[in-house]
């Protein structure tokens, strides 16, 4: 391909695991299976949480938006994923990339946005729990997450009109089983420092996101500690470990992949894959196991449904 604008680009070429091509079958067993426990694991909590009221409290209605913005990562790059390992067929065409690349990054960075409000949450339930159910109210609740989404997809929705307006010559094989933004204008031969400068500007955002996720829990650590009784202070701090958990699966990967792009100067593309792949498949599996695991009221409400049904 030579010379070719975005209109005239007939196809892009996605990436399976260098080296690995002659068992991308046997590979498309465990995605299976982790997307299928993935969307069901949240669908679950989804389910759990609008059916039970007692849940209905602002914890659980932001675990709600973090199990939406899971599923949209999986059900975004589902597609493609199975395609290439499953089908061997690697093609998209540049307007389903441009597509799939603003989902992905639209819900990457309302799952940032979710994890802030979320420890914005636990700070509050510690720091003033009296005040707790007064400050966190459901309409207040509601507005936090309208605006987490409208702020999530208006961030990323110049990134496919600007992908579109560059030429694409000689080259079409991204280097991710999914269309990534910083991945596909790579490929561009005319000017792409708007993408370049816009790319930063959106990973700005979501390391801000970060920065006061960690400001909260030094904000949470003060206010624990002010607690005199240990087993307040350990009741306390168990209410985070699920959230900082949900953390350090979201963010490590994004870290990870960002330090070996920049720092790295022999780095193996293999591993940029396998972790490239890993921050699409392991956040959106975890959570749920997580919270099911380490919160008492989605467990008990969860096997309470699993005992009711299998005694039918």
């Avoid at 938006?65 to 089908?87: E, K, Q, Y």
């Avoid at 990973?203 to 003060?222: E, V």
């Avoid at 949900?246 to 790295?264: D, G």
Wanted: hydrophobic share 50%; with cysteine.
């Amino acid at each position: 391909m030579s010379d070719l604008n975005t209109s005239e680009v007939k196809i892009f070429f996605l990436i399976g695991i260098p080296g690995l091509e002659h068992i991308h079958v046997w590979i498309s067993i465990p995605i299976c299976l982790v997307y299928l426990i993935a969307i069901l694991g949240n669908c679950t909590i989804l389910l759990v949480i609008k059916t039970e009221t007692s849940l209905h409290e602002p914890m659980y209605y932001f675990l709600s938006m973090l199990a939406i913005s899971d599923l949209g990562l999986s059900i975004s790059s589902l597609p493609t994923m199975l395609r290439i390992f499953l089908f061997n067929t690697p093609g998209i065409s540049p307007d389903a990339c441009f597509t799939q690349e603003f989902f992905i990054h639209g819900f990457t960075v309302m799952e940032s946005s979710v994890l802030l409000i979320m420890s914005f949450d636990r700070f509050i339930a510690i720091h003033n729990p009296l005040k707790y159910s007064s400050i966190l109210t459901t309409a207040r609740i509601s507005k936090m997450g309208l605006v987490v989404a409208i702020r999530s997809f208006l961030l990323v929705l110049p990134f496919p009109l600007t992908l579109k307006r560059l030429s694409y010559c000689h080259k079409n094989l991204l280097s991710h089983s999914y269309c990534l933004h910083q991945d596909v204008m790579k490929l561009a031969c005319s000017d792409n420092r708007v993408n370049v400068v816009y790319g930063f500007f959106v990973a700005l955002c979501t390391m801000m996101d970060l920065i006061c996720i960690a400001l909260s829990y030094l904000l949470i650590l003060k206010t624990v500690l002010s607690i005199a009784s240990v087993s307040e202070r350990l009741k306390a701090f168990n209410t985070c470990v699920s959230h900082i958990c949900a953390v350090l699966i979201f963010y490590v990967p994004i870290i990870t992949l960002a330090a070996m792009h920049r720092f790295a100067k022999h780095k193996s593309p293999l591993v940029v894959i396998l972790i490239a792949n890993i921050f699409l498949l392991v956040p959106p599996l975890m959570n749920p196991i997580v919270y099911c695991v380490k919160t008492r009221q989605i467990r008990d409400k969860i096997l309470g449904k699993l005992f009711s049904i299998c005694g039918k």
